[in-house]
């Protein structure tokens, strides 16, 4: 969970949350052996009893005396509301705020709620495989030397096959710098995308036992890329500003290893079949109802 202190929190709700203070300028005091000034102020719905923030202090989280947990971005934009029982006197969080932790004092019980930040990933220009317009977009991030990489790769491959016409499997590079080799092999794949081979190329790297300049480059002569423009689109800043743009959209969807799977995004917790399957199902049902 994410530590806190109650005294601290009181003290926080009570100067930033709470109505007007006059504190709009910093301390002035010569005396004093800090300096402070007012950063922002959130005029809240309701009177609140408890906060806390994830670790990344992306979300904050404020429980209220009107049963709700208000959810907020870090710049104090409402991100959504969770109903909770009257007896709830105390909250806490997992680390990145992906589970909120309930006391009830009435019931004497402890609860753990999942909680699903939805994202908006760009995928403009990132190879895709099913129908452009299905209802349900997957998208990977991923490192071509990831072992749990190579191990979830077969398993979209049967998610794309079981639902043809509602999912599209977005890919997106997230080469990590622990890889001796995943920046080249994101290269090459950007190469191969641009002579329409980013699918083959994909499956030969997973395939491949190792990875290394000499291997890529077989796997390329394979697929039948044209060599010379391959090795030139390998190399190029084209090349490079879409791995960094892959890299940069994780980052700001909270990706911090690979594989990260997006469902709607949503991201995946338990990598399986059947859990894929649910969410699929979920999704389709929305997309029919808002039709």
């Not at 009435?106 to 495989?129: Q, Y």
């Not at 794949?189 to 491949?208: E, I, N, P, R, T």
Request: hydrophobic fraction near 40%; aromatic fraction near 8%.
């Amino acid at each position: 969970m994410a530590s806190k202190n109650i005294g601290v929190i009181i003290i926080a709700v009570a100067l930033c949350l709470s109505t007007q203070w006059a504190l709009a300028t910093p301390n002035k005091n010569s005396s004093s052996k800090i300096n402070w000034q007012m950063e922002g102020e959130w005029k809240l719905p309701a009177t609140p009893l408890d906060i806390v923030y994830s670790l990344d202090q992306k979300h904050v989280f404020i429980l209220t005396d009107q049963h709700q947990v208000i959810i907020y971005d870090d710049t104090g934009k409402l991100e959504g509301t969770i109903p909770v029982s009257p007896g709830v006197k105390a909250i806490d969080i997992a680390p990145r705020g992906e589970n909120l932790y309930l006391i009830d004092a009435d019931k004497k019980t402890f609860s753990s709620v999942a909680v699903d930040f939805i994202v908006d990933i760009n995928i403009a220009g990132s190879p895709f495989r099913g129908k452009e317009d299905a209802p349900v977009t997957i998208i990977e991030f991923s490192d071509f030397e990831c072992p749990y990489c190579k191990e979830t790769a077969p398993l979209l491959d049967q998610v794309l096959k079981n639902n043809p016409d509602t999912v599209k499997l977005v890919f997106k590079n997230m080469p990590l710098r622990i890889h001796r080799y995943a920046e080249i092999a994101a290269r090459a794949a950007v190469a191969a995308q641009d002579q329409g081979k980013f699918w083959q190329f994909y499956h030969s790297l997973f395939s491949s036992k190792t990875l290394t300049p000499k291997i890529i480059d077989t796997i390329a002569g394979k697929v039948k890329l044209n060599m010379k423009q391959y090795k030139q689109d390998m190399y190029s800043s084209k090349t490079q500003e879409r791995i960094i743009r892959d890299i940069r959209d994780g980052d700001e969807a909270g990706v911090t290893g690979t594989p990260a799977i997006f469902i709607n995004g949503r991201a995946l917790r338990h990598r399986s079949l059947d859990v894929i399957q649910k969410i699929i199902n979920e999704e389709v049902k929305k997309a029919k109802s808002s039709n």
